[in-house]
């Protein structure tokens, strides 16, 4: 059945409008965490275990003042259960939390947070215009993508990331929201790139790589091994935090000021451990470390996401597992030097995300953009293998949900 074209047009420019609000919030919200953290940044050394104590201290009552904004699972749940109903009461927590969280050095991305708003701005232009059912939750999902889309410069990745974090089998379970997803997130793409200038090029600079024969791809397939039992190991030392934390009393302060106290050490025995690790990733593929270094660097990140989240600050986790998984790629070709390094650190950095996400093909697409990788189809190898190696109960529960 053909869609009336006036109605088409109006969708369409609905979905613009999405795009247009959702990348006018993630240039603001860039814009104030790129100042934040320039202060953060001025503290080092000893003076972090008084430093993310109190800045735990301060997410913690920010929480427990404005209300708990929830997690990705909630929101996960929130699309499958409720209607694809998005709050926007939980916003002010999420984003006051997020940004002192991120800004201050926790080991958590603005993924999380940024997606939970846009996606909120998805439900509320759709209560505007008085839209239901499907078309409800097809705005949110649109909204979430442009939320991605933003932070990866990538649209076609974010909305395909969008859709594939929604269930730990279905790539588009929910298919009719592909297309809102994609305008939104190219109108919003434009407007964030246009305010802030960024997201337009690669943000990691890897060696030049090209693919040169059929062994590539068996590399890729022990590459997507290495980052599955990585994957595995971090939700291990996940649950393992999770665990811990929970037995501390209420408030929440009292869990995210402890969090605080334990990234602070963190931070100060391995430095790159701190903040999500955009920048910090470029320092692992420039520099020269031991390889004992990096293994106990990449044990620490992951100890540091898990306190980071578990605790109770407010982000997300694919850059620090990227990070994580480039650490764990460069001992790979440093050992076994006939591996090509910028394979081996890109592959291990789709697998070990896809084992924990369950993504793997729009891992390959925001790879693919991020590194300025242009032969994608190792990356897919790797990020298929991380898929089917994951734990059959998923990281994120709530991805087992599948009521409409």
Known sequence: MQQNPITLTRSVLVWAALGIICGLFAATYWIGLFHLMQRFEHFGGLSLLI????????????????????????MIDNIHLNGGRLAMRENPSMILSSLLSIASGGSAGPEAPMVQVTGSIGTWLA???????????????????????????????????????????HVVLYSEAILPAVVASCAAYTIFVAITQLGVGPIWHFPQYSVTSLFDFSDAIVYGVVGAIAGWLFIALFRGCERLFGLLPHPIYW????????????????????????????TIIEGNFPISF??????????????????????????????????????????YPGFNETLAMICVMAAINTTVTRTPISTTLLLAKLTGFSTFTPILFASVVGFFLAPRHPFIASQLSTKR
């Open 51 to 74: 430093v993310m104590p109190l800045a735990g201290l301060g997410i913690g009552l920010i929480i427990h003042w404005l209300g708990n904004p929830g997690e990705i699972g909630l």
């Open 127 to 169: 209560d505007r215009f008085r839209l239901q059912g499907e078309a409800l939750r097809t705005l949110s999902i649109a909204g979430m993508a442009s939320g991605f889309t933003v932070l990866f410069g990538a649209p076609l990745g974010g909305s395909f990331f969008a859709l594939e974090i929604l269930h730990h089998q």
């Open 255 to 282: 869990k995210t000021t402890l969090a605080g106290l334990g990234l602070g050490c963190l931070a100060v025995l391995f430095p790159l451990t701190r903040f999500f690790g955009e920048h910090q990733l470029e």
């Open 294 to 335: 990096l293994i106990i660097l990449a044990i620490a990140k992951m100890l540091a996401i898990s306190v980071t989240v578990t605790g109770g600050w407010r982000g997300g986790i694919i850059i620090p597992l990227f990070f994580t998984g480039a650490c764990l790629g460069k001992v790979i070709s440093m050992a």
